[in-house]
C-alpha cells in the first residue's frame, strides 16, 4: 500500500482504489487521468482547503445555472483539462460531476441509479470515518437524507452543502425530480418549521405529503465530508 505524509486534511482521492471494483454506469472511468491527480489528494494547510471548498462551490453553482433535468445525460467539460464525461443528473450524479470537476475523483465509479450512488458515498464516507451528524458543516460537504421516495428506504437522497446562514439554515443544491437542480434548505435547530417567522424557507420538502416528515430535516441522515470533521 502507498503510504502517504500524514498532513492535518486528507482529501479522500487516496481512496480511489477502493472504487476500482464498483461498475461504472454513466461515466467513464478514466485511469490516465485519475493517476495523474493522485498526488493532489493531499491539503497540506488551510489555504489550499478554502481553495477546494471556492472550487466546490462554484462548480456547484456553475451546474445549477445551466439548469439541467432530472435523469439528464450530458457531457461535462473538465474546467481545467477539457476532457469529458457524461453524468446522469440525478442526485448522486450531479455529486459526481461537481466533484469530478474539482479534482475529486472519489465518486468517479459509483452507480447512479436507483439511489445506488448515494449508499456509496455514505459507505465511503464511513469506512474513513467522514461521516458526521453534529456540528456546523462545511462549504462543500454532501448531505445525505432517508426515505424521500414513494417507498420509504434509507439513503434515497443527498445534495451539495454551499451556505449556512446565521440562523443555522443550510443551503443544498440537489437534483430535484420534478424540477431538475434546485436549491433546498435545512434547519436542524428548527426541524419541525417549514418557514420561519419572516417567511423564508428553512426546511424544504423533499417529497410530497404536509406535515412534518416529508421536510428536509426530517429526512436528515448525516453529512459527509473530505475536509475534518467538525467538532460538536
Same mark, same amino acid.
Given at each position: 500500500?502507498?503510504?502517504?505524509?500524514?498532513?492535518?486534511?486528507?482529501?479522500? #482521492?487516496? !481512496?480511489?482504489?477502493?472504487?476500482?471494483?464498483?461498475?461504472?454506469?454513466?461515466?467513464?472511468?478514466?485511469?490516465?487521468?485519475?493517476?495523474?491527480?493522485?498526488?493532489?489528494?493531499?491539503?497540506?494547510?488551510?489555504?489550499?482547503?478554502?481553495?477546494?471548498?471556492?472550487?466546490?462551490?462554484?462548480?456547484?453553482?456553475?451546474?445549477?445555472?445551466?439548469?439541467?433535468?432530472?435523469? @439528464?445525460?450530458?457531457?461535462?467539460?473538465?474546467?481545467? $483539462?477539457?476532457?469529458?464525461?457524461?453524468?446522469?443528473?440525478? &442526485?448522486?450524479?450531479?455529486?459526481?460531476?461537481?466533484?469530478?470537476? =474539482?479534482?475529486?475523483?472519489? !465518486?468517479?465509479? @459509483?452507480?447512479?441509479?436507483?439511489?445506488?450512488?448515494?449508499?456509496?458515498?455514505?459507505? %465511503?464516507? =464511513?469506512?474513513?470515518?467522514?461521516?458526521?451528524?453534529?456540528? %456546523?458543516?462545511?462549504?462543500?460537504?454532501? /448531505?445525505?437524507?432517508?426515505?424521500? $421516495?414513494?417507498?420509504?428506504?434509507?439513503?434515497?437522497? &443527498?445534495?451539495?452543502?454551499?451556505?449556512?446562514?446565521?440562523?443555522?439554515?443550510?443551503? !443544498?443544491?440537489?437534483?430535484?425530480?420534478? *424540477?431538475?437542480?434546485? #436549491?433546498?434548505?435545512?434547519? #436542524?435547530?428548527?426541524?419541525?418549521?417549514?418557514?420561519?417567522?419572516?417567511?423564508?424557507?428553512?426546511?424544504?420538502?423533499?417529497? *410530497?405529503?404536509?406535515?412534518? =416528515?416529508? #421536510?428536509?430535516?426530517?429526512?436528515?441522515?448525516?453529512?459527509?465530508?473530505? !475536509?475534518? /470533521?467538525?467538532?460538536?
Amino acid at each position: 500500500m502507498i503510504k502517504f505524509p500524514k498532513y492535518k486534511y486528507l482529501i479522500l #482521492l487516496i !481512496f480511489i482504489a477502493y472504487f476500482h471494483s464498483l461498475p461504472a454506469e454513466t461515466y467513464n472511468y478514466d485511469e490516465e487521468y485519475e493517476e495523474s491527480i493522485e498526488h493532489a489528494a493531499l491539503i497540506p494547510d488551510e489555504k489550499y482547503e478554502k481553495r477546494i471548498k471556492k472550487t466546490i462551490l462554484e462548480n456547484s453553482h456553475k451546474l445549477l445555472d445551466e439548469g439541467y433535468y432530472y435523469g @439528464q445525460n450530458a457531457e461535462i467539460t473538465h474546467p481545467k $483539462t477539457s476532457l469529458k464525461k457524461t453524468f446522469r443528473f440525478d &442526485c448522486s450524479g450531479f455529486v459526481a460531476a461537481v466533484y469530478w470537476m =474539482s479534482d475529486i475523483v472519489i !465518486f468517479d465509479k @459509483q452507480a447512479s441509479k436507483g439511489g445506488t450512488g448515494v449508499n456509496i458515498i455514505y459507505k %465511503t464516507f =464511513s469506512k474513513y470515518n467522514k461521516i458526521y451528524t453534529n456540528g %456546523t458543516p462545511n462549504m462543500g460537504d454532501i /448531505v445525505m437524507f432517508d426515505n424521500t $421516495t414513494k417507498t420509504p428506504k434509507p439513503l434515497s437522497h &443527498c445534495g451539495i452543502i454551499v451556505d449556512i446562514d446565521d440562523n443555522d439554515t443550510i443551503t !443544498f443544491i440537489h437534483a430535484s425530480v420534478s *424540477r431538475g437542480l434546485v #436549491l433546498g434548505y435545512i434547519n #436542524l435547530s428548527n426541524a419541525k418549521s417549514y418557514k420561519d417567522n419572516d417567511g423564508n424557507i428553512i426546511n424544504s420538502y423533499l417529497k *410530497r405529503g404536509s406535515g412534518t =416528515s416529508p #421536510l428536509a430535516s426530517s429526512c436528515f441522515n448525516s453529512f459527509g465530508t473530505i !475536509f475534518s /470533521v467538525p467538532k460538536n
